[in-house]
């Protein structure tokens, strides 16, 4: 290995290194039997896992994670992917102004974005309701979703649409044959990314979720401010746990996706 490669090597282990440190510290905390967050672990215990199921606040954090993620997946999904098909729109007028509006909510702190929803859900009367949490956190991630979907359909060769439409099908149908199977992997990767925006959001809850709608989150933020617990640890072991799971699912599904591209070509 020459100089140059080595150098590469080193300098992305030590990268990587660094960037999974925190998790190594942390992570090894969530099975320790102990009451505080300190090393050595006096001895291994699932008693924190079972913390997060049993103990009421943890349980109902769980439950409304899982219900505002779904419903976020499903609204900034659908609304990203269709601005995603929309901006390819080649007779679109003034697309770079059109992308960068769908763009905004992710530059724009989410202080300001939570005041100006909590005025606006107040007089809606979504205030302090699930509506109100899922469309806050779809705001925030259509922009993933449209930047995602965008990509993937960067990706398709137009020849394919056309070759269907000059077989005789229908717009509709070469979007819902051709175009949407095509752009699946990305369509999935930008719900994924959804799912994660919700699932890491604690500013914007903390100015439209009402007290039955705390998400993990938020209760993981309430912990740290009053008392540091490794059920805290146990929470983003499960964060960690899943994130690695719904990445493999999506892995596949871009691998089967590959091959159907180049069994297509």
């Not at 924190?48 to 349980?59: I, N, Q, S």
């Not at 269709?82 to 530059?107: D, H, I, K, Q, Y």
Request: glycine share 8%; hydrophobic share 60%.
């Amino acid at each position: 290995m020459n100089p140059a490669n080595l150098f590469r090597v080193v300098f992305g282990g030590l990268v990587v290194i660094f960037l999974l440190a925190p998790l190594i510290a942390i992570l090894p905390l969530a099975f320790t039997s102990s009451v505080f967050l300190t090393y050595p672990i006096p001895d291994v215990s699932l008693r924190w896992f079972a913390e997060l199921f049993t103990a009421e606040a943890w349980r109902m954090a769980i439950v409304n994670t899982l219900i505002i993620g779904a419903g976020t997946t499903l609204i900034a999904g659908a609304l990203g992917s269709m601005a995603a098909l929309g901006l390819r729109n080649e007779s679109l007028p003034l697309p770079g102004l059109c992308r960068t509006a769908f763009l905004l909510p992710m530059v724009v702190p989410a202080v300001v974005l939570g005041v100006g929803m909590q005025l606006i859900f107040v007089r809606l009367g979504f205030a302090n309701s699930y509506l109100g949490v899922i469309c806050a956190h779809s705001v925030v991630a259509v922009p993933f979703v449209v930047v995602s979907v965008s990509a993937s359909l960067a990706g398709i060769d137009r020849r394919v649409e056309r070759a269907a439409a000059s077989l005789g099908a229908s717009p509709l149908t070469v979007l819902r044959r051709v175009t949407l199977p095509l752009a699946l992997p990305g369509i999935i990767s930008g719900g994924v990314l959804a799912f994660a925006t919700s699932l890491d959001e604690v500013v914007l809850t903390l100015f439209v979720a009402g007290p039955n709608q705390r998400t993990l989150a938020r209760q993981m933020f309430s912990t740290i401010r009053e008392n540091i617990s490794p059920a805290i640890a146990a929470a983003a072991f499960l964060f960690i746990f899943g994130t690695v799971l719904i990445a493999a699912a999506v892995a596949f599904v871009r691998n089967r996706s590959e091959k159907l591209k180049q069994a297509i070509a």
